[in-house]
C-alpha cells in the first residue's frame, strides 16, 4: 500500500530553526508537496520538490532524496505565525497526491 | 474574495437528510477536488473531474456523489447523510501543468447528528 509518514507533533521555540520529516512509500514518484494549514483554514502549498536536493524559498527550504523515499521541511527563524500543522503529499505514478496526516507544529516563546 | 468559494460553510443535519456542498472557483482551472479532513488523518479524496465531461471517483466516494455543472463549478451530495459523514469538506482546483499545486476553498463543516 502507499504510506506518507510525518511526526504528528513538533514543539519549537520562536527564533530557532525546525526540521519537520517525512518518508513516503508510494507507487511512482512524480513530485513531492508540502502545505500548511492553519487550524481552521485551508492548506496552501509551500513547496514542491520533484528533483533530489536543496529547494529554498527564503525562511523555508524542502529538501528530498527519492532514493531513501525522504524529505524535510526546514523553518528558520520561526516566528509565532509558523504555529501550523504542515502536510506532506507525494503525487504518485498516476498522478494522484497521496497526503500525509499533518504534522502540527507549536512554536513557544 | 476567494478563488475558490465553498458554501456552505457550516452545517448541521439529521441522519438521512440529503445535503449538497458547492464549490465555485475563478482560477479558470480544469481540474476540480473534493477532500475530507478527518482529525489524525491526511485528506482523502472523494472525488475529481479534469473537465466539465469528466468525473472520476477517489479514495472514498462510496456514500457521495457529485455534479460539474460548469468549468467553474463542482458540487458535492451526500444523499442520505450519516453520522460518520461528519468532517471538514474541502472543493480544491488545480492546473493542468502543476498539477499538485492545489487551490483550497476555506473548508465546509458538516457535522450529521
Known amino acids: 500500500g502507499q504510506n506518507i509518514d510525518q511526526p504528528t507533533e513538533m514543539t519549537a521555540t520562536e527564533g530557532a530553526i525546525v526540521q519537520i520529516n517525512c518518508t513516503y512509500q508510494t507507487s511512482g514518484f512524480n513530485g513531492l508537496f508540502w502545505y500548511q494549514q492553519h487550524a481552521g483554514e485551508a492548506p496552501t502549498f509551500l513547496s514542491y520538490?520533484?528533483l533530489d536536493g536543496l529547494e529554498e524559498k527564503g525562511r523555508f527550504s524542502s529538501f528530498l532524496s527519492r532514493s531513501k523515499g525522504y524529505s524535510y521541511l526546514l523553518l528558520k527563524e520561526l516566528q509565532m505565525k509558523d504555529s501550523a500543522s504542515y502536510l506532506c503529499?507525494?503525487?504518485?505514478?498516476?498522478?494522484?497526491?497521496?497526503w500525509g496526516a499533518g504534522t502540527k507544529l507549536i512554536i513557544k516563546p | 474574495d476567494a478563488d475558490v468559494t465553498q458554501t456552505p460553510r457550516n452545517r448541521i443535519t439529521k441522519t438521512g437528510k440529503r445535503i449538497m456542498l458547492e464549490c465555485s472557483q475563478t482560477k479558470g482551472h480544469d481540474r476540480m477536488y473534493w477532500y475530507r479532513q478527518d482529525p489524525g488523518l491526511g485528506l482523502r479524496l472523494i472525488y475529481y473531474s479534469f473537465d466539465v465531461k469528466d468525473i472520476n471517483k477517489g479514495e472514498i466516494s462510496d456514500g457521495y456523489s457529485v455534479s460539474r455543472q460548469a468549468q467553474a463549478k463542482f458540487s458535492l451530495s451526500l444523499e442520505s447523510a450519516i453520522p460518520n459523514q461528519t468532517a471538514l469538506y474541502f472543493c480544491?482546483?488545480?492546473?493542468?501543468?502543476?498539477?499538485?499545486?492545489?487551490?483550497f476553498g476555506e473548508g465546509s463543516r458538516l457535522t450529521v447528528l
Open positions: 503529499a507525494v503525487m504518485d505514478s498516476n498522478y494522484q497526491l497521496i
Open positions: 520538490n520533484v
Open positions: 480544491a482546483t488545480s492546473g493542468n501543468i502543476d498539477a499538485g499545486e492545489l487551490f
